[in-house]
């Protein structure tokens, strides 16, 4: 079975821009969580998506965003870049949103905004 | 709300010596316990969770929690490390009421040396 994949895997982007990155879930996985992991703040809850719905989000400002497809890939938004928003973007998937399914993660997409 | 607290951000052992990496938490409701590694340049993998019943946990690869209620603690022990063991490792809580939302701690650099 393939893994959770994350699309690009490096990107590189300028204060101002917007950015768009992609997870694809494990196939039959209906739960995308996204996490910001910075060395300074650590691994942060950005969002969690079932089924098209938004189930919970973190305390990110309105420039981050996300959506989920029928086919549960998911999206995540970034405008108006800034400087600290460098950082590993990692997505997880799971079967169930309950809590207590296994999160299985993606490699991450690395993230630098000059 | 909820915290996590690994008390050590580098843990510096020799080859076959026994680890224990600490890791605290609070809540005002029950929850549910994770330990994930971090190897370099790769998602987060689940090592092993506590969700009910015996608080002793085990992983496929000799690793152990023992989840302590009255203490907070949701310690991970290793009683021999190899080489391969050189990792981050974090620790993470969620309630079951907010999804698939985790908490992580700031990560343990669990350094195996020779």
């Known amino acids: 079975k393939a893994g959770v994949t994350q699309t690009p895997r490096y990107l590189i982007k300028t204060r101002g821009q917007q950015v768009t990155l992609s997870c694809s879930p494990i196939?039959?996985?209906?739960?995308v969580s996204w996490y910001q992991q910075t060395p300074g703040q650590g691994l942060q809850f950005l969002f969690e998506y079932f089924s098209e719905t938004q189930r919970n989000k973190g305390n990110f400002p309105g420039r981050f965003s996300g959506r989920q497809f029928s086919n549960s890939r998911s999206e995540m938004n970034v405008s108006t870049l800034e400087l600290g928003d460098s950082a590993l973007y990692l997505c997880?998937?799971?079967?169930?949103?309950?809590?207590?399914?296994?999160?299985?993660f993606g490699p991450g997409t690395r993230l630098t905004v000059l | 709300a909820q915290s996590v607290t690994q008390l050590d951000s580098q843990v510096p052992v020799f080859e076959e010596a026994p680890v224990e990496l600490r890791c605290n938490y609070s809540?005002?409701?029950?929850?549910?316990l994770f330990w994930y590694v971090q190897y370099p340049n790769q998602g987060l993998q689940l090592l092993l969770k506590y969700l009910s019943g015996s608080t002793l946990v085990e992983s496929i690869n000799g690793f152990e929690a023992e989840f302590n209620k009255s203490q907070t603690s949701f310690h991970l022990r290793k009683p021999s490390v190899h080489i391969s063991d050189t990792a981050e490792y974090f620790c993470?809580?969620?309630?079951?009421?907010?999804?698939?939302?985790?908490?992580f701690g700031g990560g343990t650099r669990l350094m195996v040396k020779p």
């Open positions: 997880a998937s799971s079967r169930l949103a309950g809590g207590t399914d296994t999160q299985y």
């Open positions: 993470a809580v969620s309630d079951g009421n907010a999804g698939n939302m985790l908490t």
């Open positions: 196939s039959g996985h209906r739960s």
């Open positions: 809540s005002s409701v029950s929850v549910y």
